[in-house]
């Protein structure tokens, strides 16, 4: 069974930066991409950030340059280091994987940027 755990939300000023993580388990974590979405209310999901099982790295362009995605394949982890945070922002962030066809999602953890 597919376990993804995220941790690391908060609240926090214009520029500060979070970081969150997101424990893997259930799956060969080193084989599969990773993925950090996010969500606001009355919007859809978007996707912020991936990483391939070979580290290569994408991002959506509005947190280019101020979020970095990694991972740890012997702490199935993957973690999201956000540096210059703005209000828009603000969202629950969401640890996504997809395993054999299986979209599996985290619970979420939310991040508030104060202006």
């Known amino acids: 069974q597919v376990q993804l755990v995220e941790s690391g939300g908060g609240l926090v000023q214009f520029g500060g930066s979070l970081r969150l993580s997101c424990a893997a388990s259930?799956?060969?974590?080193?084989?599969?991409?990773m993925d950090w979405y996010r969500q606001t209310p009355g919007k859809e999901r978007e996707l912020v950030a991936s990483?391939?099982?070979?580290?290569?790295?994408k991002y959506i362009d509005s947190v280019k340059g101020r979020f970095t995605i990694s991972r740890d394949n012997a702490k199935r982890m993957v973690d999201l280091q956000m540096n210059s945070l703005e209000p828009e922002d603000t969202a629950v962030y969401y640890c996504?994987?997809?395993?054999?066809?299986?979209?599996?999602w985290g619970q979420g953890t939310q991040v508030t940027v104060s202006s």
């Open positions: 996504h994987a997809l395993v054999r066809r299986n979209d599996n």
């Open positions: 259930g799956f060969i974590f080193s084989n599969y991409a």
């Open positions: 990483i391939s099982a070979t580290g290569s790295t």
